[in-house]
């Protein structure tokens, strides 16, 4: 048969669909063996009246969306690398496993986490509708919040990290009215959907994951989905409102079920947040 010779117009229209090609596969490639295993540390820094100018900040490394499978991926270097932050108190802000088989792998990770510092941890939407017959905390020397407080005395302050599991909001919310108004008030919730009703419960501070900063996020945009009721608004990061300070950690794993492992300008996040008063060291 005869052969055409390609045209001009195919010449030049082949180029940019193989860069194109390239670029998604490494995109793809980039997503699911690369960036799961980029830890980022988060330095934030929150002022507080009711922390003395003169002392040290309180140091909190806030941990979320551990979401542990068979295999660990992050989980065994966690330990050291939130040791090197020098933690005054570690939080947990839910979504501990995607199947049962990451239970030793969970239990590992928060029992060496608790010979670093005090730990403090709250149930996900992932323990309460699909682990809920798990014990997924006992022994591991952590102590978790059941719309409970916590009291910590940290440099003469006392910090009140009053938290609830997924499904009892409306009792946290309560507990954290009946805090003490002179502590440092800080709520755990997995979602950061509370964050109007914490702030008219007095919360100085308010601590969630969730949205895993959309997983899979793009330049400029950010998140393309975060499983939140309040959308893009509260996706990721730092925000402020008065008289609260909400931040929503991306967390450290990934989504479950049959959700791709990728994440994509979304790395995993280890948070180091510190609270200190204005003007302060």
């Known amino acids: 048969g ?13 180029r940019p669909v193989a860069a194109l090609v390239v670029i998604g596969v490494a995109c793809i490639l980039y997503g699911r063996l690369v960036e799961p295993w980029w830890p980022a ?10 922390w003395p100018a003169a002392s040290p900040p309180l140091r909190i490394v806030h941990l979320s ?4 499978e068979r295999e660990p991926r992050l989980e065994e270097r966690l330990p050291d690398l939130v040791a090197a932050a020098r933690p005054d108190v570690i939080v947990f802000t839910g979504d501990s496993l995607n199947e049962p088989a990451g239970l030793p792998v969970l239990r590992r ?7 670093v510092a005090p730990v403090v941890v709250v149930k996900g939407n992932w323990d309460v509708w699909y682990w809920s017959d798990l014990d ?10 059941d719309a409970q407080t916590k009291t910590l005395t940290v440099r003469g302050v006392d910090v009140q990290l009053v938290g609830a599991p997924v499904g009892k909001a409306d009792q946290g919310i309560e507990a954290l009215r009946a805090a003490s108004p002179d502590a440092l008030r800080v709520f ?9 009703r914490a702030a008219g419960a007095g919360a100085d501070l308010y ?4 949205t895993h900063g959309g997983q899979v996020a793009l330049p400029f945009y950010g998140a393309l989905v975060t499983f939140s009721r309040f959308g893009k608004r509260f996706e990721s990061g730092l925000y402020a409102v008065p008289p609260t300070h909400l931040y929503v950690n991306r967390g450290i794993g990934m989504e479950g079920g049959s959700a791709p492992r990728v994440r994509f300008w979304a790395r995993p996040e280890i948070t ?6 204005p003007g302060g060291r």
Do not use: M, N, Q, W
């Open 272 to 277: 180091v947040l510190e609270v200190g008063g």
């Open 41 to 50: 540390f988060e330095h934030v820094r929150i002022a507080s009246a009711k």
């Open 136 to 145: 997924l905390f006992g022994g591991t020397g952590v102590h978790e919040l």
């Open 2 to 14: 005869v052969v055409t010779a390609p045209s001009r117009l195919e010449l030049v229209l082949r």
């Open 65 to 68: 969306d551990l979401h542990c």
């Open 109 to 115: 990770l928060l029992t060496r986490l608790a010979t």
């Open 207 to 210: 601590l969630a994951g969730h």
């Open 188 to 196: 755990l919730y997995h979602y950061p959907d509370e964050i109007y």
